[in-house]
């Protein structure tokens, strides 16, 4: 990864410490209880914030049990800059950080085999905040796994997606992690969000990915995919670890505010 890349990884890395140091309790965060038991994680959805840095640290620990096991995670976001020249853009690039280098995955360096909907653009990655955020946390949590960086456009057509959802599915195995970066609602009330996040949440839980283009989250066509996949490796329902606002996290009332949750997805 470039020079800037390092550096982002690397000021991640120091306020993850700072908020690893600092969490406890979650403010007015919902927190649901329930574990994973024996089940296999297959993975799940988190926050891009900064500011729910600490809750995205919670997610990682709850779904890092046996991380060893672990040899790739695919890691999605939207494209938030609309910097991607093809519908989907994955980094070839290896990233340095404070712990180690993590690895592209040979997928990621292959552009997925040349497929025509798949570009290899490192330039957009380094300044792609859904992607940099959680590298250092990947290569900490995840110590044996290589990592696929994906974005993928807001107008993505089904064709596309179901071309990599087949794709992804025929190169996964019980090692492989995914990892949707994604925020929930954006500019809105803490009641409006909650309000929002209710419906969201229940189309994410539920594994509709035919409804992902009815809900406010910043993700839809990321979030349709990967629920498409945990669908097919065999998740029944989604489990919400934390769902809280920029209120809730900020500690005072924002009338103009995002909203985050976290969730899990398993396989029995």
Request: with cysteine.
């Amino acid at each position: 990864m470039t020079k800037r890349g390092g550096q982002w990884t690397a000021l991640v890395m120091l306020l993850f410490g700072f908020f690893y140091a600092a969490s406890g309790a979650a403010g007015n965060a919902r927190i649901n209880g329930e574990t994973a038991g024996t089940a296999r994680v297959l993975g799940g959805i988190t926050p891009h914030h900064g500011i729910a840095l600490d809750m995205i640290v919670r997610f990682y620990e709850r779904i890092s049990s046996g991380s060893g096991k672990i040899l790739r995670v695919w890691l999605l976001s939207p494209d938030h800059f609309e910097r991607a020249r093809n519908h989907a853009s994955v980094c070839a690039d290896d990233w340095r950080t404070a712990g180690r280098i993590l690895e592209a995955d040979a997928a990621a360096k292959s552009g997925f085999s040349g497929m025509s909907i798949v570009e290899i653009n490192p330039r957009l990655f380094a300044e792609e905040h859904g992607i940099t955020i959680h590298i250092p946390l990947i290569a900490r949590y995840f110590p044996n796994a290589t990592v696929v960086p994906m974005v993928l456009k807001s107008n993505i057509p089904d064709m596309a997606i179901l071309m990599l959802k087949n794709y992804m599915l025929a190169e996964m195995s019980e090692s492989d992690m995914i990892i949707l970066s994604m925020d929930m609602s954006h500019y809105k009330t803490p009641e409006e969000m909650a309000a929002e996040d209710e419906r969201s949440l229940e189309v994410l839980t539920n594994l509709e990915p035919m409804k992902t283009d009815r809900i406010d989250v910043d993700a839809r066509r990321a979030a349709s995919l990967v629920l498409r996949l945990f669908r097919e490796l065999g998740a029944e329902r989604g489990v919400v670890i934390e769902r809280a606002d920029s209120s809730d996290v900020l500690g005072y009332r924002v009338e103009s505010g995002t909203s985050y949750a976290t969730i899990v997805y398993s396989v029995e």
